[in-house]
């Protein structure tokens, strides 16, 4: 389903990594792993196709994902270090708009359920300014509970700022969508227990100097 082929990415002078590659089929799930620095940002949006390597290339069912674009960006979910929402916003506001960048349609009967879900039952219709940092991280979350069709999740540091029960409910929505037969890759410091058939590592090297 998705294959990294000879990867390298340099950033200014420093090599993050080189000749990295891997093949990931629907089903499987892929740690990306590494101390700060060591690239496993850049490695996660290289694999997005939003920053080119160095050298190499993606592939998405066989094709390079620059020629893909769009067709491959509608396949795919990507959940960002930052949580990408509006201050001014409600948490179903945010949720709806982000549904609607990606080319999905969700209700508000769906988007109530996802946040819920998430454990902010009651925060629906509050603007995103006033919540904890680990409430706003659970907004950016709830995309997953209303992204069962989409057959790729990529997701950096997923568990930050989240409380022992999110973190749970995080692991459950991937380890039911890789019973789905999709495909997950995520970075994170935090050793998740997350229920895979096939669950596959990659530890970049800690920064130079």
């Given at each position: 389903?998705?294959?990294a ?9 420093r090599?993050?990594f ?12 892929l ?13 996660l949006?290289i ?30 979910v990507y959940?960002g ?5 509006k ?12 549904c ?19 454990g ?5 219709s ?10 706003r ?37 991937v380890?039911q969508?890789?019973a ?7 970075a ?22």
């Amino acid at each position: 389903m998705l294959e990294a082929v000879d990867l390298q990415c340099v950033r200014g002078e420093r090599a993050l990594f080189s000749g990295l590659g891997f093949r990931l089929r629907g089903g499987e799930l892929l740690r990306i792993a590494g101390a700060n620095g060591s690239g496993k940002t850049s490695l996660l949006r290289i694999v997005c196709g939003l920053l080119a390597p160095t050298l190499g290339e993606i592939r998405w069912r066989g094709e390079d994902i620059h020629g893909l674009r769009e067709e491959f960006w509608s396949q795919l979910v990507y959940i960002g270090h930052s949580n990408a929402i509006k201050d001014d916003l409600t948490a179903a506001e945010n949720l709806k708009i982000t549904c609607t960048l990606a080319g999905s349609s969700a209700s508000g009967e769906w988007i109530g359920a996802a946040l819920r879900r998430l454990g902010l039952a009651g925060c629906e219709s509050l603007p995103t300014r006033v919540l904890s940092q680990g409430q706003r991280r659970r907004v950016a979350l709830a995309r997953l509970a209303l992204a069962e069709a989409v057959p790729l999740w990529i997701l950096d540091e997923p568990f930050t700022a989240l409380d022992a029960a999110a973190v749970e409910c995080v692991q459950e929505l991937v380890a039911q969508h890789l019973a789905r037969g999709a495909a997950v890759v995520y970075a994170t410091h935090y050793e998740a227990q997350i229920a895979s058939a096939v669950s596959l590592r990659i530890d970049l090297g800690a920064p130079a100097g």
